[in-house]
């Protein structure tokens, strides 16, 4: 798979995910793996699980994507743009960066993921 194809099927299944199940995306993440979420720096599967279950029920519209390569041929930068609400509020923008780092052919794993909301757009 290419790193677009790796990135669109990666995209869609995270948010589908955090959607409808997010504890289902602790398999996504290990105990390497860093978020930054508005800030705050957190570190570890089970602290970011805690921290994606926190925010309530979020419904994601990914309206744009890049990709590139990281810092080696087992590693993948995406980056998302798009709208959530959060408790059936009015949406937000967001931006949100990861990167997969691969742990078998076709198998990666979350090691960066930053999130951010965009005020005032």
């Known amino acids: 798979m290419s790193a677009d194809d790796v990135a669109k ?8 995910t955090k959607d409808s199940n ?3 995306l602790a398999g996504l993440y290990n105990q390497q793996s860093i978020m930054t979420f508005e800030g705050q720096q957190i570190v570890g599967t089970q602290n970011i699980m805690q921290k994606l279950q926190s925010v309530g029920q ?3 519209v990914v309206k744009g994507m890049d990709v590139q390569p ?5 590693a993948i930068l ?3 743009t798009g709208s959530v609400q959060i408790d059936n509020g ?4 967001f931006c949100e960066m990861f990167q997969l780092v691969a742990t078998a052919p076709e198998a990666y794993y979350v090691h960066n993921d930053i999130f951010r909301l965009n005020y005032g757009l």
């Open 9 to 16: 099927a990666f995209c869609q299944h995270f948010y589908t």
């Open 22 to 24: 997010v504890a289902a």
């Open 58 to 60: 979020v419904k994601h």
């Open 70 to 74: 990281s810092t080696s041929s087992s």
């Open 78 to 80: 995406i980056f998302v």
């Open 90 to 93: 009015n949406p937000l923008h």
